[in-house]
């Protein structure tokens, strides 16, 4: 079994693969960040189907990128092969200034993006997001600066992270060109967007949204509140009914979702990376997914 490849958006040429790769936690990982290691776990991937991997510009301090790119400087023939999506706009304090602050300036996305590039040892980004949505946001500037990234090759399609339906839309009616997802925090514990109209519009517009935790930071796994000792029971129960492995029930409840969400995993756990994988395999009845929306809610539906 492999991961397949979707189409992100309708109106967009850009595939990816239906499960993600994230790098927020790669500096975390127990075996450590040298290239082999690194290596390791991205052809791993690329033999579950999984091409395309998640970084930002600020994770890891800022060094996650560069660790990556070291490791694809080990094996240049593998960057053909796997899509990279980064993100940019977060401003971490540091000896230069003391507020945490958005920074969607025309001249702050260039330069990260051109840092970006430069770390990952890269041409282009196959897709850029903004990272979190800036309140004093100019939707034109953004605009004209992605419209210059892209006509230079530096980044192939754009999108944004953590954006309401209301700034989604902003933004895409002053864009030369699609946005191409909405990638947002989602899973069984934070179900905002099944009602907020965030899965409403990523269905409207035809776009696949993508899920940052799936697993509540890994907390449905390693439970310590009494509602996540009752969510694992529960996976786990729903497991030994369909005979799959607890996560891969949690994560065919994302793919039984209509709007063809993404999930970003975040394992730096080989054997989590491949059990994942057994997801594809389940069809989940709709009581059971209701079920564990309401031990994640707490409360049935009205």
């Known amino acids: 079994m492999k991961v397949p490849q979707i189409k992100i958006r309708s109106n967009s040429e850009i595939h990816i ?11 975390e990982d127990p075996l450590g960040v040298s290239p082999k290691r690194v290596l390791e ?31 694809l400087a080990q094996n240049p023939s593998l960057k053909s092969s796997i899509k990279i999506i980064s ?48 309140p004093l946001l100019n939707p034109v500037e953004v605009s004209d600066a992605f419209l210059q ?50 899965f ?6 035809e776009f696949c949204p993508m899920v940052w935790s799936p697993t509540a930071g890994g907390s449905i796994f390693s439970p310590k509140s009494k509602s996540e000792v009752a969510m694992l029971a529960t996976l786990n129960e729903l497991g030994k009914k369909y005979s799959v492995a607890a996560d891969q029930v ?9 709007a063809k969400l ?9 054997k989590h990376i ?13 009581e059971d997914w209701f079920r564990i929306l309401e031990v994640g809610r707490g409360k049935e539906v009205a």
């Open 87 to 134: 993100k940019c706009g977060i401003r971490i304090p540091g000896e230069k200034f003391q507020t945490k602050y958005y920074d969607l300036s025309p001249m702050h996305i260039r330069k990260s993006v051109e840092n970006s590039l430069e770390k990952l040892g890269v041409e282009s980004l196959d897709l850029l997001l903004i990272h979190r949505p800036d």
């Open 41 to 71: 776990k991205i052809q791993t991937c690329l033999e579950l189907g999984i091409n395309t991997f998640d970084h930002a510009d600020i994770y890891g301090g800022h060094e996650n990128e560069e660790i990556f790119g070291r490791a």
């Open 274 to 286: 491949k059990s994942s994988i057994g997801a594809f395999g389940i069809e989940l009845s709709k």
């Open 262 to 270: 993404i999930p970003v995993l975040g394992s730096n756990d080989i």
């Open 149 to 198: 990234l892209h006509v230079e090759g530096k980044v192939k399609a754009f999108g944004v992270s953590n954006f309401s339906p209301s700034q989604f839309s902003l933004l895409q009616n002053k864009l030369h060109f699609p946005v191409v997802t909405n990638q947002i925090q989602f899973n069984p514990f934070h179900t905002d967007p099944l009602f907020d109209g965030t």
């Open 17 to 27: 693969s239906r499960f993600v790769q994230g790098l927020w936690r790669l500096h």
């Open 250 to 258: 949690l994560y065919a409840w994302f793919l039984s979702h209509p």
């Open 200 to 205: 409403d519009q990523a269905i409207d517009n």
